[in-house]
């Protein structure tokens, strides 16, 4: 018999816009912890409120599904820096959540560290003035070689992709993006850190997406024997969890194999 193919990294989605029914069919706000609740009642924004109950909902019940249980007995504990991760899990599980204006994900992987980072696409122009602290120098320079339209969508990319590698790290924005090179040799995307493996390419994976026409999304995971995040299983979490078809049908992500050159 064939070896059956291992699972692959699971990406859930969910649009921000679909937040309140999927909670609501849900119950999810029975299933948060004090501190959850407590988080929740610091928020003064509805946005910045949606955003944290889309993103424990969906850590919750997408980890629950995962492992076999229920919502409500989903454990976090925290990193160093403040990374959740998830308690007791036997076989291990990593998982990692981003949210920004309009959009919820969540990665799951059975494999190892995994990061996930989204933004708007393009980036806003004002975000430009960050180039010399975000870009190394070799990237600042690909960057000025390109026409003057493209240099904000090539920014949100190698934002993503490199705050992806240092949540993957469980540093975040502990670390900073101009010591370590994102860089594409045609075939796939890569790392190239100084601070962590002398090696041109380390061993980590590095998957480009974009979702909608509004964002842009990154995924870095350890390399190992699998291909963790070839084989990608996108989930809308919205018609999975609650049934409910709506906005988060339409951000479902699309596979971008390749950068816009600014790492080329």
């Known amino acids: 018999m064939s070896r059956s193919a291992p699972p692959g990294t699971e990406l859930w989605i969910l649009a921000e816009e679909d937040v309140d029914v999927v909670a609501d069919r849900l119950d999810a706000h029975a299933a948060l912890s004090p501190d959850e609740l407590a988080r929740l009642g610091r928020l003064v924004r509805p946005g910045s409120q949606r955003r944290h109950v889309g993103a424990r909902l969906l850590a919750r019940w997408a980890l629950a599904r995962h492992t076999g249980t229920a919502p409500a007995e989903v454990e976090f504990t925290h990193g160093s820096f403040g990374r959740p991760q998830l308690a007791g899990a036997n076989p291990p599980v990593d998982f990692n959540l981003t949210h920004t204006d309009g959009l919820i994900a969540c990665a799951i992987s059975p494999y190892g560290r ?10 806003r122009e004002a975000a430009l003035s960050l180039v010399p602290t975000v870009l190394t120098v070799r ?3 690909r ?6 339209h493209a240099r904000a969508g090539a ?6 992709l490199k705050e992806a590698y240092t949540k993957a790290l469980g540093l975040g924005l502990h670390r900073r993006f101009d010591s370590f090179d994102i860089r594409d040799d045609g075939e796939r995307l890569g790392v190239h850190d100084p ?4 090696a041109p390419l380390p ?3 590095l998957r480009l997406l974009r979702c ?5 999304m990154a995924l870095a995971a350890q390399h190992d024997e699998h291909a963790v995040i070839a084989r990608l299983d996108i989930i809308d979490a919205a018609w999975v969890l609650a049934g409910h078809v709506g906005a988060t049908a339409l951000a ?5 194999p390749r950068m816009s050159g600014i790492a080329a």
């Open 195 to 198: 601070h962590v493996d002398a």
């Open 212 to 216: 909608g026409e509004g964002h842009v």
């Open 252 to 256: 479902l992500p699309r596979p971008q």
């Open 139 to 141: 990237e600042q320079a």
């Open 203 to 205: 061993d980590w994976q």
């Open 155 to 160: 920014l949100a990319e190698h934002w993503v």
């Open 143 to 148: 960057l000025g070689s390109m026409p003057p």
């Open 114 to 123: 995994i990061g996930l980072d989204a933004e708007s696409f393009p980036a």
